[in-house]
């Protein structure tokens, strides 16, 4: 007999009624109601005297030790007193209105009560008390209560209750689920002990144990969905199997100007293998800001040209598109590789002339924004996509490309530096690569914090960089919903620095700038002929000026925690120490933990988990990521190491011969089978 095929109503205690309202709370079999964990329990363990806290709810024992005392007030108040013996002291305990007590506080009998304890008056206001010596005692005292959600007419109590009895009938039946190598291997407790100790914790603190199981068991689940869902994909041999040659890439990578890092390497020897398979790629690049991922991305559309297809390189603005173009064709000097430009604001004839390029092929790699991939752009053989997080390729997008015959290798990059596990999980369906390692010779980022009156000193520091031949950001932050008054401050500020700095050629870049200018103001930035650039956020991603050496943001205190670190890792991009100057007072506690977490590291990783921790994991995620899957015991960010081995274990077993096939999986097998996705629906 197997749980999930038990209606609940087999329980006893269950009726028609009762089965309709569990129903509501999507309980349906025994198994559901099994499964239906409490969310916290209410501690009713006894503790001494000396460990509560003043103001702490706690549960003691005692005896009785005086005549009680009655007072009546009002219309049906009352408040009952009474001395009682704890751990060798005499406390007083005092209910309010339950008169009915006072002949049952008889000196000498013994007696579990729980409250509020003040210390400095050695008294106990008691919420719930019960007799010692009474047959009919609760199982409570002493013991950890579970709290479960509930509703309507199903009251704690009756939960309670109703569970314990399913456990006494069907508890024999919950078998285990998980492989008994994993079992082992990741010391869990049996299922049918974790279940009945998550219910029934008892005086135990063993619930830790209980609880580690299950969750473990909730991530090692998804995980083994992702990746059976994976493994099915790859199946579909219908994407693009690049051909590329070791010598290929090996012969590029000589002619950079530098040598690439052994993460660099790494990431590229996934993508490429990636590549080469007849599935369609779809992986993440995950790299903090100056990890050189755009070098990898190189390489990758290097491999994807030399193997008879084009590439393009999507980006989320102009201004990074015309350096990317240009960095490209730096890059591809020599190789014979054709780089185009498509942008919004190409004139009507160079645009016909880029788009019959790709038609024809005569364009090797084209770099863009999104309408790059859509409308009447057509590629000869499109063979790979490099685009940035905020154009995660979506089912939208790879149908389009579809429908023109097209299923290219897509490579997704992302500055934002969340933990690995994290970007597992949220961008669950994608292969993950990162590149933890900044290349060699990088000197960390020293980050100052200031406040608005010292910018006289910001301005020394100004001078002192540029005097030695560096170059120096300056950004004005977006002031909420008006672009209008943005670009105003970032005027004014550009004024302010001019004057400050009348020898100096001081630029300025906002958003309302046209293709043509920002282009030009770029330009001269790049190449040393302006020394100051003053800028709103439209620096954030991916300008690359490695001769600038300070960033002065002002009002740091409007910033949000990454958005602080995409613009700091504008500098450190040279051999040179670069610095960042936060100019800020912000009015809060949050605003202020920001600031020092800026001071103390320039990790991106580090950055995001103490963003973490002051925002919470919703938020952090925002709404865009919302597919982040909710579990009922595990935490994606509390069970992180958790996660990783679930992750791990699941990857294990999926590349398995006989996953599909022996009879030790047939447990999670069987959960696998439930999955709408595994059966036949579109994978994209
Ligand atoms: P990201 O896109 O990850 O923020 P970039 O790809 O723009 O970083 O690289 C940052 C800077 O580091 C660029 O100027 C790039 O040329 C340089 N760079 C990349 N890889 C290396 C390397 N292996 N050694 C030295 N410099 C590198
Ligand atoms: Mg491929």
């Not at 049906?76 to 002949?103: H, Q, Y």
């Not at 199997?241 to 890092?261: D, V, Y």
């Not at 977006?478 to 009348?502: G, M, R, T, W, Y």
Request: net charge neutral; with cysteine.
């Amino acid at each position: 007999m197997l749980l999930e095929e038990i209606p609940v109503r087999q329980v006893k205690g269950v009726g028609a009624s009762k089965e309709e309202e569990l129903h509501a709370f999507g309980i349906h079999t025994v198994a559901d109601l099994l499964d239906y964990f409490p969310f916290r329990y209410e501690d009713y363990r006894l503790r001494s005297l000396k460990e509560i806290k003043d103001g702490d709810k706690a549960t003691v024992q005692g005896t009785i030790r005086g005549n009680p005392m009655l007072q009546r007030y009002g219309r049906n108040k009352s408040r009952l007193t009474s001395k009682i013996e704890v751990d060798g002291m005499l406390i007083t305990a005092v209910w309010f209105n339950r008169p009915f007590l006072k002949d049952q506080i008889v000196p000498g009998r013994d007696i579990v009560l729980t409250g509020k304890w003040e210390q400095s008056r050695l008294q106990m206001t008691v919420s719930e008390s019960e007799f010692a010596d009474r047959e009919t005692r609760s199982a409570k005292s002493g013991t950890l209560q579970p709290v479960y959600s509930v509703g309507g007419s199903i009251t704690q109590t009756w939960i309670r209750k109703t569970i314990r009895q399913a456990l006494e009938q069907y508890g024999a039946l919950i078998r285990e689920l998980l492989p008994e190598e994993i079992v082992e291997r990741r010391r869990l407790i049996p299922r049918r002990e974790a279940v009945e100790r998550l219910h029934l914790p008892g005086d135990t603190s063993a619930g830790a144990a209980a609880r580690r199981r299950m969750a473990y068991e909730e991530l090692f689940l998804f995980q083994l969905k992702l990746q059976a869902y994976r493994s099915l994909n790859r199946d579909r041999a219908d994407g693009v199997a690049h051909p590329i040659e070791a010598e290929t890439i090996r012969k590029f990578a000589a002619t950079l100007p530098f040598e690439l890092t052994e993460a660099q390497k790494k990431v590229i020897n996934e993508i490429v293998y990636d590549m080469r398979q007849p599935y369609a790629m779809n992986r993440l690049l995950q790299g903090d800001v100056g990890s050189g991922k755009t070098v990898v991305a190189a390489i990758a559309l290097v491999g994807a040209v030399k193997a008879g297809r084009q590439g393009a390189l999507m980006v989320p603005t102009e201004i990074l598109a015309e350096q990317h173009y240009r960095s490209l064709q730096k890059l591809f000097a020599g190789t014979g590789i054709e780089v185009g430009l498509l942008t919004g604001s190409l004139p009507e004839r160079k645009r016909r002339e880029v788009l019959a390029g790709l038609q024809m092929g005569m364009i090797d790699v084209v770099v863009g924004t999104h309408a790059l991939i859509q409308d009447e752009v057509f590629f000869r053989s499109l063979g790979l996509v490099v685009t940035d997080e905020q154009h995660r390729f979506g089912v939208n997008q790879r149908s389009v490309l579809r429908r023109k015959g097209l299923n290219p290798d897509v490579l997704t990059m992302t500055a934002t530096p969340i933990p690995r596990t994290l970007a597992i999980t949220a961008f669950g369906d994608m292969d993950v690569s990162t590149l933890r390692e900044r290349p060699h010779g990088r000197l960390p980022i020293k980050t100052y914090w200031v406040k608005h009156s010292a910018m006289d000193r910001v301005y020394g520091f100004i001078r002192k960089e540029v005097s030695e031949g560096r170059q120096a950001y300056v950004i004005c932050p977006l002031i909420e919903e008006s672009d209008k008054l943005d670009v105003q401050n970032a005027i004014d500020v550009h004024v302010q620095i001019q004057q400050a700095f009348p020898d100096l050629k001081v630029g300025l870049l906002h958003g309302r700038l046209g293709a043509a200018e920002k282009e030009a103001v770029m330009g001269s930035f790049g190449a040393n002929e302006s020394q100051v650039l003053v800028a709103t956020t439209v620096v954030e991603v991916g300008v690359d000026v490695p001769n600038a050496t300070l960033i002065v943001i002002m009002d740091a205190e409007r910033f949000g925690l990454s958005q602080l670190h995409q613009l700091r890792g504008r500098v450190g991009r040279g051999a040179y120490q670069s610095y960042c100057v936060l100019v800020a007072d912000p009015k809060s506690e949050a605003g202020r933990e920001r600031m020092n977490v800026m001071t103390e590291t320039d990790d991106g990783f580090e950055v995001a988990r103490r963003d973490l921790d002051l925002r919470g994991p919703g938020d952090f995620f925002g709404t865009k990521q919302s597919g982040v899957p909710e579990f009922k015991v595990a935490d994606m960010v509390a069970d992180y190491e958790l996660l990783e081995q679930a992750r791990e274990d699941a990857a294990d077993l999926t590349g398995r011969e006989d996953f599909w096939s022996s009879p030790a999986y047939e447990g999670v097998r069987a959960v696998l089978g439930k999955d709408h996705i595994l059966q036949g629906e579109q994978l994209d």
